[in-house]
């Protein structure tokens, strides 16, 4: 208690002739702007008064029934609501990491999808923290199903002193915003009040358990009424939580509820998790079409010994899959499209060569080029040879090729702004004008690790600074390639170029074309 009035002292929440002794706290989970309100003066009562009126409340500990389980797990805490308590049952979904290829997990996304549609607006709040896997997916979420959301800040950097201070000038700031003063107060501070929580430590006490596992699942596991586990692995973060929470007769049975199935809750933890009183649910997923499979299959096979250009005169470019939105594609569109199942949901290398069809355009990257100039690469080197030598490359987490791409025709490409790379060091970068330079890259760099060299001159790169607008390359300037019939047939349904099937051994090769 005296440490928590001589920082709303030092803060300047109250006046400094206030003593521990002179006050009184609320109860677990009560609102402390009374009692800071009796102690404030003149300036800081109009200040309290308002965040009163605005509906704001300042608790020491979580507010409601849950007050004493949430300090058992994360400590004793201030919490600051600036929209008031929200009324309902609190609900939050929990998750294991996903990984890079989310566009991959239809289950998990079925399962949050599911989920969504069964909440009860009316009677529940979502509780999501940042850094949790799930809390980037509800954002969009709330506002496709229509969620209520109590989305709780943790800040860990912060002492309590500086925190309060923050939290006060961002008051005034508001304040003075709605009674139309000046924001330039010198207690204004440079951001407005966030309308969603904030979390601080009140002490620097360590939990005795699990204090190594993340706080903001613990805040969560502890705070919510009824937690929905969509994926659980096994000794994992949320493992533990789950189980201890499950063990603590402090909070009711039945109130964990388990996604059943090997890539959600597997069956030996959901075992374990149900002997202690989780709920275990199934959800039956339909199967998600490939983004072609709805197209109507109109190629036709033929043999292709080998490419129309001799080495040399084509130019490869390889797609590969990408985690995250497709260039220009904005981050709630692409959220969108997985939390709805799209046909365009797959980001797979097989679904990005599909794109450059649809689209009949290559469009420039400006990753990993240096001074962030849009380029679209391209290998001189040979398809086969190329094949051979792929690599796994660590600092980018993928293989630098995935089997899917074009080759096109060089006389072509050189006709729209193709050049070659020039490798170099950075005295060389230095001492480039300004238009050769997105045709730069450093000759070798150094593995994560330091252990190992790459040459990237080995790739032999050309590159065009700008999209490539592929609807002007006929039947005789481009070719598709990927690894199997099956997908080749799929392309050749939309594909205006020649599909080849690539592989190491040229006999092997061969071509599907489409047919008008």
């Known amino acids: 208690m005296v440490e928590l009035v001589e920082a709303f002292v030092a803060s300047g929440w ?30 800081q009562a109009r200040l309290l008064i308002w965040a009163r009126q605005s509906g704001a409340k300042l608790t020491l500990g979580w507010p409601g029934g849950s007050s004493k389980r949430v300090e058992s797990w994360v400590g004793p805490r201030l919490m600051w609501l600036p929209r008031g308590v929200p009324e309902g049952r609190q609900v939050t979904w929990v998750s294991s990491r996903l990984g890079r290829a989310i566009d991959e997990r239809a289950d998990w996304f079925a399962v949050l999808r599911t989920a969504a549609a069964k909440f009860d607006p009316a009677r529940d709040v979502l509780l999501t923290a940042p850094s949790t896997t799930v809390d980037r997916f509800l954002e969009r979420a709330a506002i496709l199903f229509g969620l209520r ?97 499950l063990s603590d007769s402090a909070w009711p049975t039945a109130s964990v509820w388990l996604a059943l199935g090997e890539a959600l809750v597997p069956a030996e933890v959901a075992a374990e998790l149900q002997s202690l009183g989780a709920v275990g649910w199934w959800l039956f997923v339909d199967h998600v079409s490939n983004v072609l ?62 794109r450059i069809v649809q689209q009949r355009r290559l469009i420039a ?73 997105p045709f730069f890259q450093l000759k070798t760099t150094r593995s994560r690790d330091g252990a190992k060299t790459i040459d990237w001159s080995q790739e032999a790169e050309w590159r065009v600074p700008q999209d490539v607008d592929l609807s002007e390359a006929s039947a005789d300037d481009l070719r598709l390639f990927v690894p199997s019939p099956a997908e080749a047939q799929q392309l050749a349904a939309i594909s205006p170029w020649p599909v080849i099937v690539a592989c190491s051994d040229p006999i092997h090769r061969v071509e599907v074309r489409s047919t008008p």
């Not at 072509?412 to 050769?436: C, F, H, I």
């Open 293 to 354: 499979e709805s197209q109507r299959e109109t190629g036709t096979l033929e043999t292709c010994p080998t490419l129309p250009w001799p080495d040399g005169d084509y130019f490869v470019h390889w797609t590969r899959r990408r985690d995250g939105p497709w260039p220009g594609q904005s981050d709630a569109d692409y959220i969108d499209d997985l939390l709805l199942s799209r046909e365009t949901t797959s980001h797979s290398a097989f679904a990005a060569l599909s």
């Open 365 to 437: 990257s400006a990753a990993g080029i240096r001074g962030d100039a849009a380029v679209v690469g391209f290998s001189a080197i040979p398809l086969n040879e190329l094949t051979k030598r792929r690599a796994y490359r660590p600092h980018r987490g993928r293989w630098d090729c995935e089997g899917y791409g074009l080759c096109v025709c060089r006389e072509w490409l050189q006709a729209r702004g193709a050049k070659p790379v020039l490798y170099g060091d950075d005295v060389q970068w230095t001492s480039l004008p300004n238009p050769d330079r």
């Open 149 to 245: 959301r109590l989305r709780v800040h943790l800040d860990e950097r912060r002492t309590l002193v500086d925190w309060l201070t923050r939290l006060r000038r961002q008051l005034w700031r508001s304040c003075l915003a709605h009674e139309g003063e000046s924001a330039d107060s010198r207690d204004a501070a440079d951001e407005s009040v966030s309308s969603e929580v904030f979390v601080s430590p009140v002490m620097s006490e360590q939990m005795r358990s699990l204090s190594e596992l993340p706080l903001s699942d613990r805040v969560l596991i502890a705070a919510a009424d009824q937690v929905h586990a969509l994926q659980v692995r096994p000794n994992g973060n949320l493992h533990q939580l789950l189980r201890a929470r």
């Open 14 to 43: 109250i006046g400094q002739n206030v003593t521990a002794e002179s006050l009184s706290l609320p109860d677990d989970g009560g609102d402390l702007l009374p009692l800071l309100l009796s102690a404030a003066d003149d300036k």
